[in-house]
């Protein structure tokens, strides 16, 4: 079996706080001592964790990024199935919060974009199957621990799946560049699921057609559009703060 990885302080502190049971083995590199590792490898021997000392050069090898002197083998990420999404949905307290990203594939951007997610409050995060970035070692450690709390689920069919959300009353915006009203000016109040484009293109015409309303960032700069993620975090923060005012006293 291959083992996918997790690297980094706070990335494996997560994982071994929230899926224990998924990690085979943590590797440390020789001759880093702080107070920081000192409480990771706490955790993990309480968890009975096999914890192997490497040579930095060794674990430089095996990550694309920033390992801060820790990694964890884990067993495969076994992503949520979009059969699970009926059950995410009905076990909502409240109104439902949904993140869309249509073919977001950087996996960069898909981090950043579940550590908001996770940031704001989203109940899950849904993307299409085709062109979207599959969940790895980068996202993991972009995410800071939010791919181990919040559900991503791809789903074969976005537009069929958006049709689904909207026959149990939630509202679908989409954030588009040529939309006339700012997301500061709509109502994101409710149950709710905002759409996110693919870096660049932004959201296909079919996911366009298929949601409610349409909402852009106003730009007051020379810059004609923001990065994905940041965009997300713009508009996913603007609901969290409508919907707490909102909120009955």
Request: with cysteine.
């Amino acid at each position: 079996m291959k083992l996918d990885i997790v690297f980094g302080i706070h990335a494996v502190m997560t994982l071994l706080q929230r899926s224990p049971d998924q990690v085979v083995e943590i590797w440390v590199q020789k001759g880093r001592v702080d107070e920081r590792m000192q409480r990771l490898l706490e955790v993990a021997q309480a968890e009975g964790m096999d914890v192997r000392e490497a040579d930095k050069g060794l674990m430089n090898q095996k990550v694309d990024g920033n390992h801060q002197g820790i990694i964890a083998m884990r067993k495969p990420v076994q992503g949520k199935s979009e059969k699970n999404l009926p059950d995410i949905l009905d076990a909502i307290d409240g109104h439902p919060f949904v993140l869309i990203l249509d073919g977001v594939t950087d996996p960069h951007n898909l981090g950043a974009c579940l550590r908001t997610a996770d940031a704001a409050g989203v109940h899950v995060v849904i993307a299409p199957k085709d062109k979207s970035a599959p969940m790895n070692a980068t996202v993991a450690k972009v995410a800071c621990g939010a791919a181990e709390a919040v559900p991503y689920i791809q789903v074969t069919n976005l537009a069929r799946t958006m049709k689904e959300l909207q026959e149990r009353g939630i509202w679908i915006g989409g954030a588009a560049g040529e939309a006339e009203q700012s997301v500061f000016e709509q109502p994101l109040t409710g149950p709710l699921a905002l759409v996110m484009g693919a870096e660049g293109n932004g959201m296909r015409r079919l996911t366009r057609e298929h949601c409610d309303f349409l909402i852009n960032i106003p730009m007051a700069g020379e810059v004609s559009s923001l990065n994905v993620s940041v965009a997300t975090g713009v508009c996913l923060f603007e609901a969290v703060r409508q919907r707490r005012i909102n909120v009955p006293a």
